[in-house]
């Protein structure tokens, strides 16, 4: 009964900064892990970020490590992935994801459960 939406995509020029905005409804989120993925077009969808229910953990790929930052607010329902320093590279359909049994924090995304329908992000000048 999760339901998932992504806000937040839009055009920014590269080395600009974008905040983009998970809010669950349905259920609360804070008993689930959440996961940031993007997918490009003719790529295969890419973990980008992730974060424990609780907020203790978080896990970054290589690709976003340094630039951004996953934080979640659970009195609100809310998940936010800040990108700093953004690259045309991550152009790509931002997708918000939630993950209730896996005990671990994980980037596969075959292991996460409930989707969003994704947020736009074209990184361009």
């Known amino acids: 009964q999760l339901q998932l939406v992504e806000s937040g995509g839009c055009l920014v020029q590269p080395g600009g900064s974008l905040r983009l905005s998970c809010a669950a409804s349905?259920?609360?989120?804070?008993?689930?892990?959440i996961g940031w993925f993007r997918q490009a077009p003719g790529k295969e969808r890419e973990g980008v970020s992730c974060?424990?229910?609780?907020?203790?953990?978080?896990k970054y790929a290589d690709s976003a490590k340094g630039r951004f930052t996953i934080s979640r607010d659970n009195a609100k329902n809310t998940v936010t992935l800040l990108m700093n320093r953004l690259k045309p590279e991550d152009s790509a359909v931002y997708y918000c994801?939630?993950?209730?049994?896996?005990?671990?924090?994980?980037?596969?995304?075959?292991?996460?459960?409930?989707w969003g329908q994704g947020t736009q992000v074209v990184v361009s000048s």
């Open positions: 994801a939630a993950e209730q049994n896996n005990p671990g924090l994980t980037l596969s995304h075959d292991e996460y459960d409930y």
């Open positions: 974060i424990s229910y609780d907020g203790s953990s978080t």
């Open positions: 349905g259920l609360s989120l804070k008993y689930f892990a």
